[in-house]
């Protein structure tokens, strides 16, 4: 079974300051990734997805690399604002076929002014 | 496209009652899917839909818990009879056969 984890649950920076949100998964053998962001009370927005062939997706301040063999994911937000501050959540697809994204706990991010 | 809509946002209820929540997709989204969030477990997907036929309900905890999609528009998930551990957050999220998936605000429930 395919466990997801981000670590740390939480995190406090100062505004400006690069954000570096990591997410692992036991099994290598997936179809994508997707990055979310959940504000308070609200669902989640995907933010980025990478398919399994490339290594990294790029959306204006965010960054996200891929390295299927080794199981890791990093989300990388540069500069970040107080707006950033949100429930960041990696989840995976195992095949592509059934869409059953394994979710992680998230983690919590606070940017500070 | 005003996105996937649930209804009702926030919901009280006696333990023993039936909750049905609701869920509009985005228009020409072929998979609905229903997720719940508890802090204790996080997001587990319940069921999901593919052009309007139920494809894996397996991670619907119980037989008091049932979803319908009677068409491309319109889905409810309902709890019968409800119990207070069935208090979370349900989200409904659709997507158009890519990848990406769209969420809508989700249904607080409590159980009392």
């Known amino acids: 079974k395919q466990e997801v984890t981000q670590i740390p649950a939480a995190l406090s920076v100062p505004e400006g300051e690069n954000l570096v949100l990591n997410c692992s998964f036991t099994?290598?053998?997936?179809?994508?990734l997707q990055w979310f962001r959940q504000d308070p009370g609200k669902g989640l927005t995907s933010l980025l997805l990478?398919?399994?062939?490339?290594r990294e997706q790029t959306s204006g301040r965010l960054n996200a690399s891929l390295d299927k063999s080794s199981g890791r994911s990093t989300l990388y937000i540069a500069a970040s604002q107080p707006g950033d501050s949100a429930t960041y959540l990696c989840a995976v697809d195992p095949s592509g076929n059934d869409y059953k994204l394994s979710f992680g706990a998230g983690t919590t991010v606070t940017v500070r002014a | 496209d005003a996105g996937v809509i649930q209804s009702p946002r926030h919901e009280v209820t006696e333990m023993g009652q039936e909750v049905t929540l609701r869920c509009k997709p985005i228009?020409?989204?072929?998979?609905l899917f229903w997720y719940r969030q508890t802090m204790m477990r996080g997001l587990e997907l319940l069921i999901y839909f593919n052009n309007n036929v139920p494809i894996d309900d397996s991670g619907m905890p119980e037989d008091r818990f049932s979803a319908k999609m009677p068409n491309a528009s319109f889905s409810t998930l309902k709890i019968q009879p409800s119990e207070p551990r069935d208090s979370a957050v349900y989200f409904c999220a659709s997507s158009d056969s890519g990848n990406t998936i769209y969420f809508g605000e989700g249904s607080w429930l409590t159980v009392v």
């Open positions: 990478i398919q399994s062939s490339q």
């Open positions: 228009s020409g989204h072929d998979y």
């Open positions: 099994d290598s053998a997936i179809y994508n």
